[in-house]
């Protein structure tokens, strides 16, 4: 009997490599999830599982039979449910809405066949609309750290999951901070990728020309390797894109290692003072890594979230489901439904000039960050009770996206990471952004920051590994000190 | 007493060089500018040349007192009514809009800091809002070789007065093809650059995203001179940008010299015969320069070009003067009207729907022209007489703008040339298209075939000179023949 438990994709390489069989650790962990565990909403049944075992096997024997060709091979994952997975309805958090997809999405196939097993299907805000994790009839699901605080949204249940250590990563996805926020208050590395990158053929889309696929995991290293399988063209995806790094603009846009991280100003905080002071903690250890912080007034990014928050782009969840909100109304959660009915506030007119408005603020913001190759925020500025969101829906989901709503409206990336704990034991995170196409340079950075700091892996008991980062070539210069090894030479 | 009638840029450079003077030779072209031409809204009077000409002398000043450092030195030129020049109002042809501009628009400083001299302002289809030349209350615009034909729009005016040769070139604008339809119906060039490459600060809108300024002259070389003048990024115009032709993608959009161009395939004519005959004799002469000739189905171009004129994007003539026509309807021509205020009719979900269709079809535009470097398209497919165009205003408008309005929304560039003649004596005209930034390589083409071609300039009987091009770099091979000397090797 194996306890999986925190496991990273290196642990489950190891087992598989040492003998044990998918047959073996999977029902074994299976048995371990509760079906009234509200971060699921739907869990593998025996006959799901010995079909997902019999696809493992085809997909090994089109392999060759070798397990080392599969780079997740018989690794378990969860799904956020508004992301299609054959056998699985897709509920979106609305049992009335639920469909029964005939193929997976492209990222599912992705990881399918790179064989991984999806165990099942993850609770998230209703139609991934919310920060908070509260706004489904699934339930609210709880942060991993206190029963009374929430998990954060829309991906609640595949943070949940993760950071319990039930599978090493899961997928969710991030159109305002979605696949941050939990992250954050989770204690667990959330990549949000470069918009495009990812396919979203097969997602149920939120705001379609904005969504990314994310991906949860423990660490920077794990989230780093599910990304890798899941990038690339798909035709069917019309947003979806390759690129590099621009050659020119703003330095935050330009390719290369990133030395310079813009912080927000102290006028930004919302006097949360046990979040405030776990930030201001988190600073002290950049500047080992070469790394100079600029603090900076945001207030060009923030005007580019409150377009998204208080604009036409609700709209674009509107075109997503609108249809079904009005044959079906009254079986939208009712904040879910008041805020994708405010879209017929906006029309045409207002729409275009919400877009040459976010076209001016684009051009201010990159004018603020053309001496800086990204930014350094605190993920979610506050960790607010379940009880504290149920009593007031909005403004508490409105302040948890400070920080990350205006970074696909900006076409950036960005990576939650681990930073520490609060003095009340919840975690705290931080994320680091930069332009689009620059992933892998925020993936080095948090992987060399992340190894000075000997966290615990999300919720669980299990030490930190090293991170080995994705591409040693992107590095920034170390400073001299721990990794080298002073040679007197004596003459 | 100078006729300058017809002259181009190389003539007002040659006389000035030769000791004409401006304050000689403008003079005596205002007396020749008729102030009831429906051509002109206003001309520059007494006062306003006087101004001018002490504006030029400063200038000159500045460059030290060498007109050879300006390359436009007392050319004249004129300026769509809806382009900012300081001293005439600004009417975008509706009177009661009319403001007094403070500033002259970007483009015209530019114009004015190399020397040229702007000797007034044309007539449009107002608000910039049909491609006829009709809708004005300031006349319709005739033909410059049928005065019962249309001249074409909406930058009638500025076709007008460059096709009869009062000035060497003016400015006009394009959106769905404003700059290119009076072009080719006046036996010109009309050059539409890659969208951003010209600043629209103080330019009143039409559809903010998509609108460009655009030059009319009398060859490609004066086009690309003027061009060369007003490209370059403005911190002012949010949608002003620099950039070159991708690296990747379909062939359209990569850069090189053209060699493949695609032709509408039959089934798109609109059954006029004497375009269409003219259409077929001056696709005999590409093969020459080395042009391979595709027939393709323009279906994805054509939808893109129905969206583009039946879908949201009349919302931002709606953004641009909405308040005026809410306050003022009763003085805007019927047909605008009528137009703009259909923009009520698209909510905020029908504006974003109609984005995710133009990203589909640019998909399916982008795989259809993988392998052809450009597109070749009559300008016009229909040249209608002004009583036609009165008593069906919107479906010949629309019909004229069939292989235009697809050009910005798919982020295209365009010249439009002269290329023969009916059969009735109207001239034809053909556009060459291609993608973003390969502005230069379609001036390479169309001067290499307007080479062969002695075809008259403009509605002037003066003959033709020889272009040079705009960079001998990028022709396309020639083939050996006209040019080349057979040197016979005696051994």
Redesign the interface.
């Known amino acids: 009997m194996f306890d999986t438990s925190g496991w990273t994709l290196n642990d489950w390489r190891v087992a598989y490599q040492q003998g044990a069989q998918p047959d073996e650790l999977l029902p074994q962990l299976l048995a371990r999830c509760a079906a009234d565990d509200p971060a699921w909403i739907a869990l593998l049944d025996q006959d799901g599982l010995d079909q997902a075992l019999t696809e493992l096997a085809a997909t090994l024997a089109q392999a060759g039979g070798d397990p080392a060709r599969l780079p997740l091979y018989g690794v378990p994952c969860a799904v956020k449910d508004n992301i299609d997975a054959r056998g699985f309805p897709t509920t979106a958090a609305c049992p009335e809405f639920a469909y029964q997809p005939t193929e997976d999405a492209t990222v599912v196939a992705k990881l399918k066949a790179a064989g991984a097993v999806v165990i099942g299907k993850t609770n998230l805000d209703q139609f991934a609309t919310g920060l908070v994790g509260t706004r489904s009839p699934y339930g609210a699901v709880a942060n991993t750290f206190d029963p009374e605080v929430i998990s954060g949204g829309s991906s609640s249940g595949s943070a949940s999951v993760v950071a319990r250590g039930l599978v090493p990563f899961a997928l969710g996805t991030d159109t305002a901070g979605s696949g941050r926020v939990p992250a954050g208050l989770n204690n667990l590395v959330g990549l949000k990728p470069t918009r495009g990158a990812f396919s979203m053929t097969g997602v149920v889309p939120a705001c379609?020309?904005l969504d990314c696929v994310s991906v949860f995991a423990l660490t920077v290293d794990d989230a780093a390797a599910v990304s890798a399988r899941l990038t690339g063209l798909d035709?069917r995806d019309?947003?979806s894109r390759t690129g590099t790094a621009a050659g020119d603009g703003p330095a935050i846009r330009r390719p290369g290692p990133i030395r310079r991280l813009a912080i927000p100003a102290p006028h930004h905080w919302l006097g949360d003072d046990a979040t405030v002071a776990a930030w201001q903690r988190s600073l002290a250890d950049w500047p080992q890594l070469g790394i100079e912080l600029v603090p900076m007034a945001f207030d060009p990014l923030l005007e580019l979230a409150e377009l998204l928050y208080q604009g036409?782009w609700?709209?674009?969840r509107?075109?997503a489901i609108?249809d079904f909100l009005q044959q079906q109304g009254e079986s939208v959660h009712p904040v879910v439904r008041g805020i994708i009915e405010s879209?017929?506030q906006?029309?045409?007119?207002?729409?275009?000039?919400a877009?040459?408005r976010r076209?001016?603020l684009?051009?201010r913001i990159d004018q603020a960050l053309a001496d800086v190759d990204g930014l350094l925020v605190p993920t979610a500025p506050i960790a607010p009770t379940i009880a504290a969101v149920q009593a007031d829906p909005l403004t508490l989901n409105s302040q948890l996206g400070t920080f990350t709503n205006f970074v696909n409206l900006a076409d950036f990336c960005a990576l939650a990471i681990p930073a520490g704990f609060r003095e009340d034991g919840l975690p705290f995170g931080v994320t680091l952004i930069s332009g689009a196409w620059k992933d892998q340079a925020l993936q080095t950075l948090a992987s060399q920051w992340l190894n000075r700091h000997p966290l615990p892996l999300g919720a669980t008991d299990r030490p930190r590994p090293l991170e080995t980062g994705p591409d040693s070539s992107q590095t920034a210069s170390p400073e001299p000190g721990d990794d080298t090894i002073t040679v007197a030479v004596v003459g």
Chains 1, 2 share one sequence.
Do not use: I, K, M, N
């Open positions: 379609r020309s035709d019309v947003f036409p609700v709209a674009e509107h075109a609108g879209a017929s906006f029309d045409a007119s207002a729409t275009f000039r877009q040459y076209e001016e684009l051009r």
